[in-house]
């Protein structure tokens, strides 16, 4: 079948149930990357697909995943015995690794919207969360695992799970899977699951090294690539400002007077998020941050009321580069400069979701020319450079909960207390002989 023809989600091989859900959702016509995935992964192939972030990758596996467990289960139940090797009644699993709590969230939610109706039970394994929770989802016995590699590896060490029934794996964001630090945790699950097995790996970026790597868990996989790796959605308007460290602050204020829609500001670490999302409550307007140093409930709350307009502004690290599905988003700043090149086309790929324009505006120091060029090599364009506006001197913001500095305002000394000497009982060793307390002096 030419795929490449398909205009529409009813000629990609798709069950008549899933069609009906799809169009009840509002599904009517497929990206690129899904027209182009879904028919051979029904099919049962191994699929590498490489396309620009939000342009539809969750349905472009999860489709076909349902679809083919479903398709097991049904085959199961007809022959009325377990499938050879696939566990007890026979139930085949699919698997989702990715690289971040808040994108298994939202990998979840986008799966259970389509596979709800139909039954789907799915549990999230991700840190955050009491164990106790995630082994009750485990004993309900899910049709799809949803994990982050290190709370899988809990799970797998602990005997709370066993994988011997995945039939169908996927490594969502398999550039990050790969490349930064989870190359061994990945390769300690792989030799958990079956070795006859289906495999996709999806991502934005692809390089050539990650490819190499990829291949060796896969079998003849197809590669699909809708656009070259790293290119950046096109209706994406890009801005650069060259900018000192301390006009940062002044920068951003002016550019949130100039947006009035939804702003997704990035830092390069937890401190300057949290620091970044004061000085912008402190400018009256409303901001949350997402970072390492929140918990699962407050990460939650913040994107929660980031998507319903509770809040403005959003202040992330690259936690959320890629796990954050808000349509709308009008603006992205880079506040900092990714530590990747790859993560800058993450980050901007928050706005211009489902065929929206947005807009993306980096700041850089001017020492920071070589990482703005590693960029421009990534995304094969120049980034336009804007002039920078005469900024006004902001005052030094005052942090929440922020530590006394006692070299700027010393405190005034105070005399020794008894408990500054040792020995609990040093001032009774000098009291008057024979007094009552030392009565073996009398």
């Known amino acids: 079948m030419n795929t490449s023809m398909s205009h529409d989600f009813q000629n990609l091989g798709i069950a008549p149930k899933l069609l009906q859900i799809l169009?009840?959702?509002?599904?009517?016509?497929?990206?690129?990357?899904?027209?182009?995935?879904?028919?051979?992964?029904?099919?049962g192939k191994d699929i590498m697909g490489i396309a620009q972030t939000g342009t539809g990758k969750t349905l472009a596996f999860g489709v076909p995943m349902i679809q083919r467990l479903a398709q097991a289960a049904s085959r199961a139940d007809y022959q009325g015995r377990p499938e050879?090797?696939?566990?007890?009644?026979?139930?085949?699993?699919?698997?989702?690794?990715?690289?971040?709590?808040?994108?298994?969230?939202?990998?979840?939610?986008?799966?259970?919207?389509?596979?709800?109706?139909?039954?789907?039970?799915?549990?999230?394994?991700?840190?955050?969360?009491?164990?106790?929770?995630?082994?009750?989802?485990?004993?309900a016995n899910p049709h799809i695992i949803i994990a982050t590699p290190g709370r899988l590896i809990d799970h797998l060490e602990q005997k709370t799970l066993q994988l011997t029934a995945v039939s169908i794996l996927v490594l969502d964001?398999?550039?990050r899977m790969l490349d930064m630090g989870f190359a061994p945790q990945i390769k300690r699950i792989m030799q958990t699951v079956p070795k006859i097995?289906?495999?996709m790996l999806f991502s934005a970026t692809m390089p050539d090294e990650i490819v190499n790597l990829a291949k060796s868990f896969m079998s003849l996989p197809l590669r699909i690539e809708v656009a070259p790796s790293g290119t950046t959605v096109e209706r994406i308007e890009q801005e650069l400002f060259f900018v000192q460290k301390q006009d940062k602050a002044a920068l951003l204020q002016n550019i949130l007077k100039e947006y009035t829609g939804s702003i997704l500001v990035f830092s390069r670490t937890k401190f300057g998020a949290k620091k970044i999302a004061h000085t912008i409550r402190n400018s009256g307007h409303t901001a949350s941050e997402i970072h390492s140093?929140?918990?699962?409930?407050?990460?939650?709350?913040?994107?929660e009321g980031f998507k319903i307009g509770r809040y403005r502004i959003l202040v992330a690290t690259d936690i959320a580069a890629r796990g954050i599905d808000v349509?709308?988003?009008?603006?992205?700043?880079?506040?900092?400069?990714?530590?990747?090149?790859?993560?800058?086309?993450?980050?901007?790929?928050?706005?211009?979701?489902?065929?929206?324009?947005?807009?993306?505006?980096?700041?850089?120091?001017?020492?920071?020319?070589?990482?703005?060029?590693?960029?421009?090599?990534?995304?094969?364009?120049?980034?336009?450079?804007?002039?920078?506006?005469?900024?006004?001197k902001l005052p030094k913001p005052i942090m929440e909960n922020e530590r006394f500095d006692r070299f700027a305002n010393p405190r005034p000394r105070r005399a020794p207390s008894r408990s500054s000497f040792p020995g609990r009982n040093f001032?009774?060793?000098?009291?008057?002989?024979?007094s009552r307390h030392n009565p073996g002096w009398r």
């Open 293 to 303: 140093n929140r918990s699962l409930n407050q990460r939650i709350e913040a994107l």
């Open 84 to 139: 050879h090797g696939r566990g007890a009644g026979g139930k085949q699993k699919g698997l989702v690794i990715l690289p971040t709590r808040e994108l298994a969230l939202q990998v979840n939610e986008t799966l259970q919207k389509i596979g709800r109706p139909i039954g789907l039970k799915t549990a999230i394994l991700i840190g955050g969360e009491s164990m106790g929770k995630q082994i009750k989802m485990l004993r």
């Open 23 to 43: 169009q009840t959702h509002k599904f009517t016509t497929p990206t690129p990357i899904q027209q182009k995935s879904i028919h051979p992964a029904i099919e």
């Open 197 to 199: 097995r289906q495999t």
């Open 173 to 175: 964001e398999a550039d």
């Open 427 to 434: 001032s009774r060793n000098f009291r008057k002989p024979g």
């Open 327 to 392: 349509s709308g988003i009008q603006l992205v700043v880079n506040y900092d400069l990714p530590s990747t090149a790859e993560d800058y086309v993450h980050r901007i790929g928050r706005t211009g979701r489902a065929g929206l324009a947005g807009k993306a505006i980096s700041f850089a120091m001017p020492e920071q020319r070589a990482e703005v060029r590693a960029i421009e090599r990534l995304i094969r364009a120049n980034l336009p450079i804007a002039q920078t506006p005469a900024l006004p």
